[in-house]
Nanobody
């Protein structure tokens, strides 16, 4: 499984961005997927996750109500819609996937390259 992330950029506070993560291979429907982020000098943190079926989602408290994770099986792609962005959302965002139909803490069997999100105040 290979993951290709895209969609980062520079945006003003209060603005929006949508990240995409395209997965290769034929196992997309068996992948639990999510997004992590890492800001300079900080540990990597889990931001959001979505189950293989799309029926379950997880959000970090810091992004609840502002970020939405979704998946499109036809396009083998997971999205992270980020609204009402804040300067503290500035980080490198990574998509990750576990080859599992279970639901739990995303460990990251597979990782995409990071995409930079910068929110100016």
């Amino acid at each position: 499984v290979q993951l290709q992330a895209s969609g980062g950029g520079l945006v003003q506070a209060g603005g929006s961005l949508r990240l995409s993560c395209a997965a290769s291979g034929r196992t997309f429907s068996s992948l639990t997927m999510g997004w992590f982020r890492q800001a300079p000098g900080k540990e990597r943190e889990s931001v959001a996750a979505i189950s293989f079926s799309g029926g379950r989602t997880y959000y970090a408290d810091s992004v609840k109500g502002r970020f939405t994770i979704s998946r499109d099986t036809a396009k083998n792609t997971v999205y992270l819609q980020m609204n009402s962005l804040k300067p503290e959302d500035t980080a490198v965002y990574y998509c990750a996937a576990d080859l599992t139909t279970g639901w739990g803490r995303l460990s990251g069997d597979y990782w995409g390259q990071g995409t930079q999100v910068t929110v100016s105040s």
